[in-house]
């Protein structure tokens, strides 16, 4: 993904994904690839509306036979100063 923005002094802020994120980060979710490097976005591809709904619905689960959890999701933001 290309940046056109210079940044004397950048702040990089991590942010867990949740039900209060907007139409802003869904865009942004939705301009990145569905899978790459191994890692999934499972944001790309859902209307809106669906986006909502997932997270929503979104819950940490844990298989106790196999010690599998699903991960969190996490954006990073890079606001300039």
């Keep these: ?10 702040v990089f802020k991590i942010k867990k994904i949740s039900a209060e994120d907007g139409r ?4 942004l979710l939705q301009t990145l690839p569905k899978e790459e490097n191994g890692l999934i976005n ?7 509306e ?5 997270l929503t619905a979104k819950r940490v689960r844990t298989n106790r036979s196999c010690g599998w959890m699903e991960g969190s999701f996490y954006y990073i ?5």
């Design 24 to 27: 802003d980060i869904y865009d």
């Design 42 to 48: 499972k944001a790309n591809g859902l209307s809106y």
């Design 50 to 54: 669906d986006f909502k709904s997932w």
């Design 1 to 10: 993904m290309k940046n056109d923005i210079e940044c004397d002094m950048p």
């Design 77 to 81: 933001l890079v606001l300039c100063r």
